[in-house]
């Protein structure tokens, strides 16, 4: 981002007075190549996001082709994962997938916007960027970290303490206590581990209203509360469901974390109690140890799945936006 | 009359003590798991922060004084090759997005930098190894790095697009009526303007992806070694933790905590270091 | 966008990461798990003794076997021996050498019960089924008069991942129990009919020792490391045998016997009045002809340190070493690797 231009003290654009007429040229034919330039620069970058995409995209589908052909559609409606038959199905992790990202969800969604709240509105600046740095320090956690510390410390908890409170509440969700490793474990973790990401963004998203805008609000006889529903929350929905798609993300995709403590076991159960599974935890298990040119096939159909289970979810989440902003806008 | 109004006052009064105590409850909540990691963390690696670990190779059971050293550079190294090629691209993206970006193909962008963010880390990995390791026949620091900054460009870009949405459009016109090219009004004032932001960004990829092991396994591999070059197998914290932590030796186990603990330290330094050297000029008042 | 910090952490790293250490040679390996403690002490002191650095990384047996068919690695060690299929896919041919023997233990956790509780085949593998779900069951009980057993659930422990300790449990039960053969069969991994699945032989052990009633298979080290109660196991002769290394090297006596040209054996449930019927080899597995001549020479060197030398450092890591009848057969195949 060189100039060809001048000294720093003077502004972008202006000309000593005497080669007026020379320096109008020059900075007439600068600016329709350099933006020119710029343009392709910027838009090269960008398109390198979508060329990664369909090049996995392509990549896993190859790789998966030998499952669908051997499966058949049976692949998509079968709990069913047996590698020493070579049948399989991936209702199961999927199911394990989009549950454990929901409860993840649920609980990073309202804490993380709640600890942004807290952060950039109801704390005093000086203490603002401490808040702040301590709370980041949960994504600097390495997922195999946030595993063990499942593992030990967090299933043993739900197991001796938690679940059995929860076996109290009637219906289909919490049946049976188990081990503590579960579905409701994984989504847990996985929601502390998103929080950073949610906080931070929605952070960025409150700091950049103008304070006026508050200001107005209390200057009208609103309570702090209402104040930031006001003048913060209310202009940010989008914002803050961008935070949560990011979220979600990386909630989906969520490997080592998870694997340590959704139990592994592929069947869909509605007891959150019970062990479960997710699509990228077998993924990750089993490729390594996977020899067989059917089992390899079919864990990358299962990464094939999870793509497309993205995907949809992203375009389901855009509608949302857009139905939001459209109803804001009266 | 005056009682009615009261009462209303009262009730706002007892919602807005109660929203924001559930918003302070709401970082107490985020607090617990983070101080029980940090002690499980604290507790059990301290005891091999010596100078044997950063200093020593890893060692086998039964031979004291093993250490992380090569995985302590490895890492740095790894992050450092992913950060020269996904940050350009990440925030050259993020800023096409926020500024040309109400065309079907910048929405295909973000469509596309959204779903990519959501891919598994070891998709990613074994994404890399197609693309580096087997045309390579060898695994590499290089694919490592490849691997890494797959991960980081969705999110730097994404984040740098919402960042540099949000500078005023007020400053752009201003730059703009002062007769400054198109991309300089950007690169010098409205990317200036949201630096704080996206360093926010750029440092919350890089310290995600210092802390992510999959997508190391089938790249950069591990060594017990030092590398003779990028293009060999390279010693990572993430990966070397993890084999260690799931073995059943005592000072394997202590030592792979120890990383966990180094692994944070560094990110933390990082952190706080990124915070100090930014400066702050992004509160603009309109 | 880069801080001071970071551009300095850059040369730096760059700086140690184009400086050579010297050594003339490195080699890469990858594999089984099960041998990495053992593999990581031999390729430590050979470092130390040679000066030539080989780099394995215990990714799983499965994972060495497509990371030598793609040529990315040197060599590959693995548990489970690979098929005719796998080894189409090699180019010039593989050969299986015999490294090192383990056992696999079955560990429990139950509240009053020692350790060394008496299960035969039949039993565990009704218990692994789920047929078998209660602890005070009838079929434990018999074997064990004298132990009183709780009323208490059995939680089953497996792996999650896909693990050459598995294979080798699988291929046991396989053997002892048609039920077991025709449901879930035996491999690296497979669908298991019961329980809770945990990632790696830590995490079995670890869920093992916090649940109450739990039940799980580990590497023995892990069992003797934990220090957790194991199973006696009633082996093909009719005893009950602990785990031990004795009690590997009686096994493999039996397989030796019947050892085909290749190596290629499993020698579970293996006949001997002493030997302890869960347990198998760990195999290097090598290009039949390697191109890089000095990299052949140097590998060859190492793989015949690793008999003498390497066997002699098994024992203190809880590892069988081989039996000398079969070091002298696997050098002779070491002999015939062309380079």
């Given amino acids: 981002m060189s100039s060809t231009v001048t000294t720093p003290e003077t502004s972008p654009g202006s000309a000593p007075a005497p080669s007026f007429g020379n320096n109008l040229k020059a900075s007439r034919s600068a600016l329709p190549s350099g933006d020119r330039v710029f343009e392709g620069l910027v838009a090269g970058a960008a398109g390198v996001i979508p060329l990664l995409a369909a090049a996995m995209l392509l990549l896993l589908a190859v790789a998966s082709w030998t499952c669908f052909q051997e499966q058949g559609f049976g692949f998509f409606t079968t709990q069913d994962w047996d590698p020493v038959k070579e049948h399989f199905g991936m209702l199961a992790f999927a199911y394990g997938t989009l549950a454990s990202s929901a409860i993840a969800l649920l609980t990073a969604g309202p804490i993380g916007v709640g600890i942004a709240l807290a952060i950039t509105e109801f704390t005093k600046p000086k203490y603002r960027e401490i808040a702040a740095w301590v709370v980041e320090t949960l994504s600097a956690i390495p997922s195999v970290i946030f595993g063990l510390w499942g593992m030990f410390v967090m299933a043993p908890f739900m197991r001796a303490h938690i679940e059995p409170l929860l076996v109290h509440i009637p219906g289909p969700f919490f049946r049976e206590a188990g081990t503590g490793l579960s579905l409701l474990t994984a989504g847990l973790v996985v929601g502390i581990m998103i929080l950073p990401t949610v906080m931070a963004v929605c952070r960025e998203v409150f700091n950049a209203i103008p304070i006026s805008m508050r200001e107005s609000a209390l200057a009208l006889g609103s309570t702090r509360w209402e104040a930031v529903r006001l003048a913060v929350l209310a202009p940010s929905t989008p914002g803050i469901i961008g935070a949560l798609i990011l979220g979600m993300g990386r909630a989906l995709g969520e490997t080592m974390a998870v694997t340590m403590v959704i139990g592994n076991r592929a069947e869909i159960s509605t007891n959150l109690l019970a062990p479960s599974d997710s699509l990228a935890s077998a993924i990750a298990n089993q490729f390594a140890e996977a020899a067989s040119p059917g089992h390899l096939s079919a864990l990358a159909a299962l990464g094939f799945v999870l793509f497309l289970i993205t995907m949809l979810l992203n375009m389901a989440a855009r509608l949302l936006v857009w139905a939001v902003a459209n109803r804001v806008r009266h | 009359m005056a009682e009615n109004l009261f009462k209303v006052d009262v009730k706002r009064a007892r919602i807005d003590r109660l929203m924001r105590g559930l918003c302070w409850a709401g970082l107490a909540v985020a607090l617990v798991p983070l101080l029980s990691l940090l002690f499980m963390v604290i507790t059990r690696g301290w005891h091999r922060l010596d100078l044997d670990f950063f200093m020593h190779l890893p060692r086998p059971v039964g031979i004291p004084g093993g250490g992380m050293s090569n995985a302590l550079v490895g890492s740095i190294e790894l992050v450092a090759i992913a950060s020269v090629i996904g940050m350009p691209i990440g925030v050259l993206a993020g800023i096409f997005l926020a500024e040309y970006g109400d065309n079907r193909f910048a929405k295909t962008v973000r469509f596309y930098a959204d779903v990519l963010s959501g891919v598994p880390s070891i998709v990613t990995g074994i994404f890399a190894y197609q693309l580096v390791v087997k045309p390579m026949h060898g695994f590499s620091g290089l694919a490592g790095g490849f691997a890494l900054s797959l991960m980081m460009i969705p999110l730097i870009a994404r984040i740098t697009e919402e960042v540099v949405r949000l500078v005023p459009t007020g400053l752009r016109e ?58 060999q197998p390279t010693a990572s914290l993430t990966v070397q933790i993890f084999t260690y932590a799931i073995s059943p030796y005592q000072e394997w186990q202590d030592v792979a905590w120890t990383g966990a603990l180094v692994l944070l330290m560094m990110v933390l330094l990082a952190s706080l270091a990124s915070r100090l050297t930014v400066s702050k000029n992004r509160q603009i008042q309109l | 966008m880069m801080t001071p910090l970071k551009k300095a952490g850059l040369a730096a790293a760059l700086l140690v990461g184009f400086a050579s250490q010297m050594s003339a040679l490195s080699l890469n390996g990858a594999g089984s798990t099960f041998i990495y403690p053992l593999a990581s002490k031999w390729f430590y002191s050979y470092q130390q ?197 004795d009690s590997v090297s009686k096994a493999a006596e039996g397989a030796l016997r019947r050892m085909p040209e290749d190596f290629r054996v499993s020698f579970t449930n293996a006949s001997g009045e002493e030997s302890y019927p869960i347990c198998g080899f760990t195999w290097f597995l090598v290009p039949a002809k390697i191109a890089d001549h000095a990299k052949g020479q140097a590998l060859v060197d190492f793989l015949n340190w690793s008999m003498d030398e390497g066997q002699k450092m098994a024992p203190s890591l809880n590892y069988a070493a081989l039996p000398d009848s079969l070091v002298e057969k696997v050098k002779a195949k070491i002999a015939t690797i062309q380079f």
């Fill in chain 2, 174 to 231: 201003a730059a703009l009526a002062l007769g400054v090219p198109r991309w300089r009004s950007i690169v010098s004032v409205v990317v200036r303007t949201a630096m704080s932001g996206i360093a926010t960004g750029l440092l919350l990829a890089a310290t995600r992806v210092a802390s992510e092991t999959a997508p190391l396994l089938f790249t950069a591999f591990n060594n017990q070694f030092w590398p003779s070059g990028l293009n």
């Fill in chain 3, 49 to 245: 003794d040679k000066g030539v650095e080989i780099n394995y990384q215990s990714i799983g047996s499965g994972a060495g076997i497509q990371q030598l068919q793609s040529q990315t690695v040197d060599f590959g060690a693995t548990d489970a021996f690979m098929t005719e299929e796998q080894m189409s896919a090699v180019q010039g041919g593989v050969i299986h050498l015999p490294a090192t023997m383990g056992a696999v233990a079955v560990v429990y956790n139950v509240a009053g019960v020692d350790t060394g509780l008496k299960l035969d085949g039949s039993t565990l593998s009704k218990i692994f089924l789920g047929t078998i779900s209660n602890w005070n069951d009838p079929a434990i009980a018999a074997l064990n008069s004298g132990v009183s057993l709780p009323d208490l659930k059995i939680t089953v422990v497996h792996r999650a991942d896909g693990s050459g300790t598995t294979s080798i449990f699988t291929d046991y039960l396989t053997k002892v129990s048609t039920a077991w053969a025709t449901t879930a069969g035996h491999s690296t991994a497979i669908k298991w009919p019961a329980g809770v699945g945990a990632k790696g032989n830590e995490a079995v052990a670890g869920v093992v020792r916090q649940v109450n009633g739990a039940i799980g298979y580990v590497e023995f080290a892990y069992a003797i490391q934990t220090k957790m109660a194991y199973a006696k196991l009633k082996n093909k002769a009719g005893a009950y045998i602990d785990p031990s290394m």
